[in-house]
Each structure stands twice: as structure tokens, then as C-alpha cells.
């Protein structure tokens, strides 16, 4: 029981800005934004790009915002952020599918006559 009275009287604040080594303010706070690099951005519409093309042009659009978030993710690993979101879109199909009570082959045959 004497841990718990141990645990209880600590100043969190205090330990925590022990921890990072300073009066915590840093560049990392919650919610702020880090900018890209211009090398960052170049980066990042090639990958874009790269990740686009991997993708059958049958299959609905990707958004720009969808690809580079999961590029930002898998810091810009192509075939990772291809792998996650052709995962995404199969799941989010399915269950559109379901949703309106049709088989992928319909959806598909379907998407097919709209073109």
C-alpha cells in the first residue's frame, strides 16, 4: 500500500518535464504542424504519382489527401502505402456492397456499363 501513497504525490508535471529534458515547450506540441521541406514535397508528388499508377484505373479515385497521408505514414515507402490502401478500398467496397445489398461481380459489372 505505501507504493500507491508513493504514486499518488507525484507532481506529473514536474516529472514529465524532467523527462523531456527542459520546461517542456518544444516544436512538438500537440496539434502544431510541421512544415514540409521543399525536398519533402518533391518527395511526396513523386510518390504520389507512383502510387496513383500502381493502382487499376477502373477502381474508384483515390484522393490526393488519402495517398500522401499514408505515404506521410509509411514515410514514403510506395509499396507499403499501395499494400494498406488497396487493403482500405477492398474493405470499404465489401461493405458498400453489402450496404446496398449487391455482389462485387454486380458492382463491378455495373461500374463497368457507367464508362
Not at 512544415?35 to 483515390?62: S, W, Y
Amino acid at each position: 500500500m505505501s507504493r500507491h501513497r508513493l504514486v499518488k504525490g507525484l507532481d506529473l508535471e514536474d516529472e514529465l518535464t524532467d523527462f523531456a529534458g527542459g520546461d517542456g515547450d518544444d516544436d512538438y506540441e500537440d496539434g502544431a504542424e510541421t512544415e514540409m521541406t521543399e525536398e519533402d514535397k518533391v518527395q511526396m508528388q513523386r510518390c504520389t504519382t507512383q502510387v496513383r499508377n500502381a493502382f487499376d484505373p477502373n477502381m474508384p479515385p483515390l484522393s490526393d489527401k488519402e495517398i500522401q497521408d499514408s505515404l506521410w505514414y509509411y514515410y514514403y515507402d510506395v509499396g507499403k502505402t499501395v499494400h494498406w490502401l488497396q487493403g482500405v478500398w477492398v474493405v470499404l467496397y465489401r461493405a458498400t456492397c453489402k450496404l446496398v445489398n449487391i455482389s462485387i461481380r454486380e458492382a463491378f459489372e455495373y461500374q463497368a456499363k457507367q464508362e
